[in-house]
């Protein structure tokens, strides 16, 4: 009798952890979403910004996909990441990864980032990233329900990716453009979060 072929899993993409830890890890994840993961030069740039930042940081990553940015920081040693993914393929890929790397510093959320950042804080982060959908309206409007909620540490510091034709997003005023960068097609900047301005 024949034997059945081990099934294939399902095609997707490959995630390359850069730094730390787990450097040259490579990882899958799947296709669904149209995931696009934050390329291995804009990583780079973007975890020298923050090379003093991340050791024993906790980070929230918002539209986490591959979990490019958090599993990045995980790596770098961050204390932990919460990542927060809509679609449930792509959150159950997260939870693989984190099993196959053995850490128990991660927190998959399989939720909307909307109704996830909805409710107060259970404690701010340190660093949040955001790699949302392009051309849909949302940094503007997750920047206000992280600051109303509690969800980012004064002090802390937020990092958005969008696309290039569009102005830098405005910030809450508590907020200072701490860096930029172009590369091609897309802007990401660092956000630092201070106090509120006096009037």
């Not at 986490?64 to 679609?87: K, M, Q, Y």
Request: proline share 8%; aromatic share 8%; hydrophobic share 35%.
């Amino acid at each position: 009798m024949a034997r059945k072929r081990p099934s294939q899993p399902s095609r997707g993409g490959e995630l390359n952890i850069i730094g730390g830890d787990w450097r040259s890890r490579k990882l899958r994840f799947s296709d669904a979403g149209g995931v696009r993961p934050t390329p291995a030069r804009t990583r780079e740039t973007l975890f020298n910004w923050l090379a003093n930042e991340v050791p024993g940081s906790h980070c929230l990553d918002l539209f986490s996909g591959s979990g490019a940015l958090g599993l990045e920081a995980l790596s770098r040693g961050a204390a932990s990441a919460t990542l927060v993914e809509h679609n449930r393929t792509l959150a159950d890929a997260l939870r693989d990864n984190l099993s196959l790397l053995k850490s128990r510093d991660g927190n998959v959320v399989c939720q909307s980032v909307d109704p996830f950042l909805a409710g107060p804080a259970p404690r701010p982060f340190d660093l949040v990233f955001m790699d949302p959908p392009f051309r849909q309206g949302w940094l503007e409007r997750i920047f206000t329900l992280l600051m109303e909620n509690g969800w980012i540490s004064t002090g802390g510091l937020v990092y958005a990716e969008y696309e290039s034709e569009r102005s830098t997003p405005v910030a809450p005023p508590e907020w200072q453009l701490h860096r930029q960068k172009t590369a091609g097609q897309v802007t990401y900047c660092l956000f630092k979060v201070g106090t509120k301005n006096p009037a």
